[in-house]
């Protein structure tokens, strides 16, 4: 627990704003400021500040609006699509977006009012970068550049998280060749659409569109390939820094004959499963990993051992595939933007543009199925093309970027139910496109009171009025804790229960929850023990000084 402090301006305790609202993380906005430089075409109005920052409050979902980049940073700072929060650092990465320049990747300290202060800066090695990956080492980010299909490695402290020189490392699925495809303003299509024209245009070309380190040894790239409807799989040496050969490739789909669009990939948290929503097709694909595959590749890269044993044959099986819409709604009238499987590893989400819906699925936890989807529903965004979503900290709200509507829009998440609710809280933001959560905590504390003295100050000590609110703050916490413990448990065991007295006996597949009655049983009489524990906590503070 963060202590008070008590400056001449104000008091906070821990993140608490002056409006006296318990808050514990920023949210990291960025948006489009140059519409002529993208392979797409928003609608929206361009924007004049490239970042805004907001600090959430989990008591009621709203936001209140921090920072906004200075106007002469938008000259810059071009289109920044997309954001790392690094994984130790209080430390941002942003690349931009531009068809007709190098990306340029951005590295911000985040402080907790706030306040960004650039680090370090670097180029992304090609044109249009649209995704940034942190390998585990922490040594180097990894940059996907769409436009030309490259995809670069760049060394990073991992004590600071600033730049440590150039590029190490790049690899080109196009091997050198030109982008046949024109831009917009040069005649080309305008790749935000989905008729047959557009996508044959589109699918000239391989166009990276992100680059996922596989989850138990970090020695494989997954990288969704749009324009070639498949899914390459890259050794990747994080000692080095280096992506050597590609080992396999496969389809993103079906095989229909009909475009898919690979976008994204995200892993389960515990299972050994992958999900890859297709942009085109408007389908997530759902695919077995072969985590014991992986292993023996690590293996023989540590023992130097040559890897051409494990070429054409990939660690990923396809298992299913289903439709991110309504059975009757057009596909041409959509693309898919974001998929994220959700921190309790219970639900799959993800965004539709055109149809201007979250669509949300059930992961199957038990039996033969376990992994793949159920629909739950479709959910309204409030506003036209959500190009991208992100959850706080808790998994209990989402926020969604409304590209074309210009703004931001918040949403109550159930956590034993997986639907969605608006909580009225909506935010002008123009052209918003991506929205990266920085949760605040002891590290945040500590790295930024090392690098800007000047902008935080440290924990002193308390005063009278100080320790009145400290008191009155841990009060609060508390009472939210039990309260939220006693909610969770509750409704969960609700779930389970009305379910199960539905459940058919005979089915071994059908999902109903991630715990079984007697589990949810004992969480429950472990949650009354805490709360107890809390109580006391509670008791004894209120009493103290």
């Known amino acids: 627990m963060t202590a008070i402090v008590e400056s001449q301006e104000s008091i906070s305790v821990g993140w608490t704003d002056e409006m006296g609202a318990a808050a514990d993380q920023l949210f990291f906005v960025s948006t489009y400021t140059d519409f002529d430089r993208l392979a797409h075409g928003p609608r929206g109005t361009e924007a004049k ?14 936001l209140v609006l921090l920072h906004v980049s200075d106007r002469k940073e938008r000259e810059v700072v071009v289109n920044p699509a997309f954001s790392r929060y690094h994984p130790t ?7 931009t977006e531009d068809i007709e320049n190098n990306g340029q990747i951005f590295a911000y300290s985040i402080l907790p009012n706030g306040a960004l202060t650039k680090i370090g800066q670097a180029d992304a090695g090609g044109t249009s970068t649209c ?19 490259t995809l670069t490695v760049i060394p990073i402290c991992p004590k600071t998280g600033e730049f440590k020189g150039d590029i190490k490392s790049v690899h080109d699925p196009n091997q050198g060749k030109k982008v046949v495809a024109a831009p917009k303003k040069c005649g080309g299509v305008n790749h935000s659409n989905n008729d047959a024209s557009t996508v044959r245009q589109r699918q000239t070309d391989p166009h990276s569109h992100a680059l996922v380190l596989d989850p138990f040894e970090g020695c494989v790239a997954y990288v969704p390939d749009l324009g070639k409807d498949l899914i390459r799989e890259i050794l990747y040496d994080q000692e080095e820094g280096k992506l050597m050969m590609e080992l396999a490739v496969l389809p993103s789909g079906l095989c229909t004959g009909m475009p898919d669009g690979p976008r994204y990939i995200e892993f389960h948290p515990s299972f050994e499963t992958a999900y890859v929503v297709n942009e085109l097709s408007s389908t997530i694909a759902v695919f077995s990993v072969d985590k014991s595959r992986l292993h023996e590749i ?11 044993r494990f070429k054409d044959k990939s660690t990923l099986t396809l298992v299913q595939s289903i439709s991110t819409l309504p059975d009757a709604f057009p596909k041409a009238m959509n693309t898919c933007g974001r998929v994220c499987v959700h921190p309790s590893g219970r639900f799959v989400v993800v965004s539709n543009r055109g149809h201007e819906s979250i669509t949300i699925f059930r992961v199957r936890q038990n039996g033969s199925n376990r992994g793949k989807l159920n629909l739950i529903g479709c959910f309204h965004t409030r506003g036209e093309t959500p190009r991208h979503f992100q959850f706080d900290a808790s998994g209990q709200y989402l926020i969604v970027a409304n590209q074309d509507s210009d703004c931001i829009s918040v949403f109550s998440f159930n956590l034993s139910t997986g639907e969605m609710k608006y909580t009225g809280n909506t935010y002008h933001v123009p052209s918003p496109n991506f929205v990266c959560c920085v949760p605040l905590d002891d590290r945040q504390a500590i790295s930024t009171s090392d690098k800007n003295p000047q902008e935080f100050t440290p924990p ?13 703050a841990f009060n609060h916490h ?7 413990n006693l909610i969770n448990v509750t409704r969960e065991l609700s779930s389970l229960t009305t379910a199960t007295e539905a459940k058919d006996d005979s089915s071994e597949d059908t999902d109903f929850g991630c715990m079984d009655k007697p589990s949810l049983m004992s969480e429950l009489e472990a949650a009354k023990r805490e709360i107890l524990e809390l109580k006391k906590a509670l008791s004894r503070f209120s009493s103290s000084g």
């Open 89 to 95: 650092l209080n430390v941002v990465y942003t690349c």
């Open 478 to 484: 508390i009472n939210k804790e039990i309260s939220a």
């Open 49 to 62: 500040h490239s970042l805004y920052v907001y600090r959430f409050h989990p008591s009621d979902g709203s």
């Open 460 to 472: 002193t000590t308390l005063t009278e009025s100080g320790a009145d609110k400290l008191k009155e």
């Open 131 to 149: 995704y940034l990956t942190i390998d585990k080492a922490q040594k180097h980010i990894i940059a996907t550049n769409y436009w030309n299909s």
């Open 298 to 308: 690590k293996l023989s890269m540590l023992a130097k051992e040559p890897m051409d």
